[in-house]
Nanobody, 114 residues
Framework: VQLQASGGGLVQAGGSLRLSCAAS????????MAWYRQAPGQQRELVAR???????NYGDSVKGRFTISRDIARKMVYLQMNHLEPEDTAVYYC?????????WGQGTLVTVSS
């Protein structure tokens, strides 16, 4: 397993969760790392991205609520999700690309109840 996501669960609207993505190779976390999500019946969408230089960008729907971060020494990438909304319900995937190869975590389900 190259990337392993965890931390999903059931939370009430307004609550918080922190997702974690463990990388099997240290150089993964030096690359651009991203979180995507896919809700039932919808296309996978970008949630947040952190570049190799540390700059971040976010999907419009999560700006101001979610924060992506990484710990290169621990080979971890995190997604702190605050003020969760029912519309955030989805399977969340971590992602990176090395050359022409893409790597996806197995996904972790986040369910936000109203």
């Amino acid at each position: 397993v190259q990337l392993q996501a965890s931390g999903g669960g059931l939370v009430q609207a307004g609550g918080s969760l922190r997702l974690s993505c463990a990388a099997s190779r240290p150089f993964f976390t030096r690359n651009t790392m991203a979180w995507y999500r896919q809700a039932p019946g919808q296309q996978r969408e970008l949630v947040a991205r952190i570049s190799s230089g540390g700059s971040t960008n976010y999907g419009d729907s999560v700006k101001g609520r979610f924060t992506i971060s990484r710990d290169i020494a621990r080979k971890m990438v995190y997604l702190q999700m605050n003020h969760l909304e029912p519309e955030d319900t989805a399977v969340y995937y971590c992602h990176t690309a090395v050359g022409l190869s893409e790597y996806w975590g197995q996904g972790t389900l986040v369910t936000v109840s109203s």
